[in-house]
């Protein structure tokens, strides 16, 4: 399950990943303020914390699976849906130059995440695989 930090108030994706990051650490990169919406992020803010933890199974997830000459080599990024309108997806590979992306429709995620891939000249072919 991805680790998410995102805006309280217009729901701006900070970061979304698996690794555990300060969510201090995080929110300098982007001087406090949500580039979204532009809302400072204040130290009342920050001791305002909530952690909503979801079951895994009452999210859509989706593995990317890279195809080579008719084989899966392996899987690329995983989507996941956040919330009624957020899907996340979470490259796998660290040397990406873009972690995640996120978008308002599963159409327009997978439509990201190709192109991406594809500009990234990752593989040629990939099985967009539903995971139960």
Do not use: W
């Not at 979304?16 to 406090?32: E, F, P, T, W």
């Amino acid at each position: 399950m991805p680790i998410i930090i995102k805006c309280r108030y217009c729901g701006y994706i900070f970061y979304a990943g698996y690794q555990l990051r300060s969510i201090d650490d995080v929110l300098k990169l982007y001087g406090y303020r949500c580039p979204c919406c532009m809302s400072p992020i204040l130290d009342e803010d920050l001791k305002k914390i909530n952690v909503k933890v979801s079951p895994l199974k009452s999210r859509e997830r989706y593995y990317v699976i890279e195809k080579v000459k008719g084989y899966e080599k392996g899987i690329v990024a995983i989507i996941e849906k956040i919330d009624d309108d957020n899907y996340v997806a979470v490259f796998k590979e660290s040397s990406l130059s873009v972690t995640h992306i996120h978008a308002c429709s599963l159409d327009e995620i997978v439509k990201e995440v190709l192109s991406h891939l594809k500009m990234l000249k990752v593989g040629s072919s990939f099985n967009i695989v539903k995971i139960m």
